[in-house]
Structure formats: C-alpha cells, structure tokens
C-alpha cells in the first residue's frame, strides 16, 4: 500500500492596526483598522475566502464524496475560527459536514497560533486546551493528533505531546536531522514510547507550495503525470509520503490561474486510478506501522525559511524584546479576571507578529515581506510595542482600583 497523508493549516493572524503613541491611554481598539487598509482582518479575511476557502474547500468536498478513500486533515486556529464565526460562517458549516464523512481529521494545536510553548508552559497548556474546546464545540471532534505553530518542533515537544495521550505528533522532515534516513515512514521521538512522529516531505510538499507557479524553475510547469513520477519515485524510499502545508497554497498564495485548483482536482484522481494506492488521515498514517527509528531533535526545528529554526521570530532584537514584554504581563493580567483585557493579551501573543518584525534579506526576507501587513519590520515593532504599553495602562487602572 502507497499512502499520501495530506494536511493542509488554515490561519488568519488578528493583526494589530497602525497603533500610534498618541492611541496609548486613549483607544483601546487594536484590532480594528479600517476596511482598506493593509491591516484590516475583515477586508482580508473575505478575500482570501472568495479566493482561496470557498473554491478549495468546495473543491475537497466534492473529492471527498466522488472517492471514499480520499482523506485530508486539517489544522484551524482559534483566531481563524472567530473570524469565521464573523465574516464566512458557511466554511464553518462546510468543514462540518466534511468531519462528519470521517474522511477528515482535525488536528491540536494552539488556539492563538503562539509560541507560547517557548516563553510560558502554563499559556502554552492554556491554549490549546482553549483550541481542543473549540474544536469540539463547532466539530464534535476531539484531536488526536498534535501540530505545535509553525510547525516547531523538538524533543521536550513529543514528550509533552505523549504525557497528554496525543498518538502523533507532525514535524519538519529537515535533512540535517534526517541525515540518509526518507522522511516516508513512521519514527518514534527519542524519550518516548508510544507517540508516533510523522516527518513533513518538504521537497514534494514546497513543489507545490511554493514553486508550482515559478516560470524560473526548471521543472516548470509542474504536470500532474510529472508529480505522479515524483511521488512513484519516492515511495522507492518508503510508501508514506506526508504533504504538509498552507491551506492558503491554493488560491492565495498560488493564484487559480496558475491552474493551482485543477492541479489538485487532478492528482487525487490520478493518485486513486493506481491500484492500492490511498489518502490517509494523520491519525490513520500513525496506526500504518510501527516506528522503523528513532528520531531526535534536541534543538527546535520549523517548517520556515533555509534555517529552519526559530530564527524567523525570535533572533533579532525587536522580536526578543517584544515577546518578553508581552509575556512578561502574563500572571498580571491573569490575576485581573478582565476577559476583555486577558483577550487582547492573548492575540498579541499570535506568532504573526513577530514573523512581522523579521529583519532578514534575500529570498527569506522576500516571503517576510510578503506575508507582513506592516510597511517594514520597524513599523510592526513600533506599533506593536504601542499596544503593550496600553495593554499596561490598562491593567495598572485595574490594579489602581483594587
């Protein structure tokens, strides 16, 4: 048997507005900037849902009835549900009816898409327990599964991922840790005993996400048969391949007139024509075999840019110290029991912001750029650190008054 185990993430960040210093004291409203403007939640979330969420999740639907064993899984943020439940509940309604066919899995992660697990483990535990009760609320669906954001990733991570009875947990399939060994079969973490790990192929999956439309590559345009070349040869290296990556791939980042959609529409067809070949949910990729390795990562690895390390958010300076100061509010707004208050401070902790302030240059620093809503990596950290300071305004009134 030859299995594709599909997952794509789904997340839109809360972005903060244009925050000025003379907002400090004053306004209160962070997240609401207006509709035109390149910071406006609202006016993005409805383009990316005519362009990618509607047809993309029409389109998997439609496979999901046409073939019985066609399967995908998916990861949404808390701060895409909300938005959902404000601008498009219909794709709320759509990945229900999905979850129902039991042909899609929903996968555990963070509910504010944080790197909370590397500043605060009881906000990190806090989160995605928070995420699991949404989930379950909109789904009926309880994870199985465990994605930590950005896909970051290490030893401490599975151990923490066993103890709460998760059956796998996902990661980067990076070469340098991979060394000779695929990234097509099932590991155990080093530390664990029964947590599955499963390993991102990263050149097939980036194929599509990042260099399907790339007229200067040079195996562009990228065919379904070519692909399907691609996948025969890698199941020469084990017979699970683990496609990891944006939901937002299809439409947004790869807009349809590359023929991103019928690419897709093509090659789960394709893929299913070829005897004993399947899709597989992560759960069920997990239960295919045992660990043929053990794998470890003592250091934290990503699914971003060539270091793949946190070095996209957390290595120049601004992002050290506006991570630090927001966290460094934690037990104090807690101990406020103001929900309003405890809210904010949460959205300010989504990993977005500070992937806005990265400083890097050449092709990393191109996609930086790209994905920020701020006209430079200065500007987000202006304005961001305005925010905190009204954040502390706010809590030392409530302090004040008790």
Known sequence: MRSICLYLHMHQPTRYREYSIFDVSNDSNYFNADYYSRQSNERI??????????????????????????????????????????????????????????????????????????????????????????????FDFVPKVFRNTELAYNDNLAKWAEERGYQGILAEGWDKILGWRSPNYIYRPTGCKNIKLLLKNYRLSDDIAFRFSDRSWNEWPLTVSKYQSWLDMECLRGNLINLFMDFETFGEHQWVDTGIFDFFDQLIS??????????????????????????????????????????????????????????????????????????????????????????????????HAYFSAYASPYESFMYFMNVVRDIEYRLSLFEQQK
């Not at 699914?303 to 290595?315: I, Q």
């Not at 509010?329 to 302030?357: A, C, G, Q, V």
């Open 270 to 367: 394709s893929w299913l024509k070829v005897y004993d070949n399947n899709f597989l949910t992560v759960s069920e990729a997990c239960n295919l075999m045992e660990p043929v390795d053990e794998i470890s990562m003592p250091e934290t690895v990503t699914w971003a840019d060539t270091e793949r390390d946190l070095s996209a958010w957390l290595s120049n300076s601004m992002q050290k110290s506006a991570m630090r100061t927001l966290y460094d509010l934690r037990e104090r707004i807690l101990k406020t029991n103001d929900s309003k208050l405890i809210s904010d401070w949460r959205f300010m902790t989504t990993s977005d912001h500070p992937y806005s302030m990265c400083t890097k240059y050449w092709n990393d620093g191109d996609v």
């Open 45 to 138: 979330f409805k383009k990316v849902t005519e362009k990618s969420y509607q047809p993309m999740l029409g389109l998997i639907e439609k496979n999901l009835h046409q073939y019985p064993n066609f399967k995908i899984s998916l990861s949404i943020t808390g701060t895409w549900l909300e938005q959902a439940e404000k601008w498009a509940p219909e794709l709320l309604e759509t990945i229900r009816r999905m979850v129902k066919t039991g042909q899609v899995e929903i996968i555990g992660e963070t509910y504010y898409h944080s790197l909370s697990y590397y500043y605060d483990l009881d906000e990190f535990n806090h989160q995605v327990e928070a995420h699991a009760a949404k989930i379950k609320e909109l």
